[in-house]
């Protein structure tokens, strides 16, 4: 079974910065993409940040030039630097692993996480 787990969530103000990590875990041979939605209360879960395992990347109009996503291939874990925070960030941002290829299965799986919970207060 794969597990994603996520940290670095929290409260913060207006032009600062939070950094999220997710570490995904179990018999993972490869993972395709990994990367960030946020959902918004009343919207639509939307694409933030997407980094595949070469690093190409992939960035919501929205936080280009403020976010950047990173990936650790050999600890299977995903990266979420975001500056210059604005209130519309405020969201839960839930980190997704696209294409999981795990040990004995011939298969590839999408796996997301928990959940972490942003605020950013004017």
């Known amino acids: 079974q794969v597990q994603l787990v996520e940290s670095g969530g929290g409260l913060v103000q207006a032009g600062g910065s939070l950094r999220l990590s997710c570490a995904a875990s179990?018999?993972?041979?490869?993972?395709?993409?990994m990367g960030w939605y946020r959902q918004a209360p009343g919207k639509q879960r939307e694409l933030v940040a997407v980094?595949?395992?070469?690093?190409?990347?992939n960035y919501a109009d929205s936080v280009k030039g403020r976010f950047t996503v990173s990936r650790d291939n050999a600890k299977n874990t995903v990266y979420l630097q975001m500056n210059s925070l604005k209130p519309e960030d405020t969201a839960v941002y839930y980190c997704?692993?696209?294409?999981?290829?795990?040990?004995?299965?011939?298969?590839?799986?999408?796996?997301w996480g928990q959940g972490a919970q942003v605020t950013v207060s004017p």
């Open positions: 997704n692993a696209a294409g999981v290829s795990v040990l004995g299965r011939t298969k590839r799986s999408d796996y």
């Open positions: 179990g018999s993972i041979f490869s993972i395709n993409v």
């Open positions: 980094i595949n395992a070469r690093g190409s990347t």
